[in-house]
C-alpha cells in the first residue's frame, strides 16, 4: 500500500461517525482474519541490535539533513 493510499484511507475514517468506525474497525478485524497473513510480533521493550542499528541509521540521516537546512539556511541569509 502507498503512503498516498494510506492517507486517502486515513482521511476517510477521520470523516466517519463514531459508530460507523466501530463497524469499520469489526470488518477490518474480520477480513484480517479471514485474509490477513499471520506475522508474529516481538513485543519486548528489548532493543535488538537492529533495532540499534535502524534508530542510529535514522538519527543519523535526520542530522545530517538538519545540518544541511541549517547551512542552507545561513547561506542564504543577507
Known amino acids: ?9 486515513i482521511r476517510t ?6 459508530d460507523k468506525i466501530e463497524e469499520l474497525k ?12 499471520e506475522t508474529l510480533i516481538d513485543e519486548s521493550d528489548e532493543w535488538t541490535d537492529e533495532d540499534l542499528h535502524d534508530i542510529t541509521k535514522a538519527s543519523l540521516r535526520y542530522a545530517y539533513r538538519s545540518e544541511d537546512d541549517q547551512a542552507k539556511m545561513f547561506l542564504s541569509m543577507p
Open 13 to 18: 475514517i477521520r470523516s466517519l461517525p463514531s
Open 1 to 9: 500500500m502507498t503512503e498516498t493510499e494510506t492517507l486517502e484511507i
Open 26 to 37: 469489526d470488518f477490518a478485524f474480520f477480513l484480517r482474519e479471514k485474509y490477513g497473513i
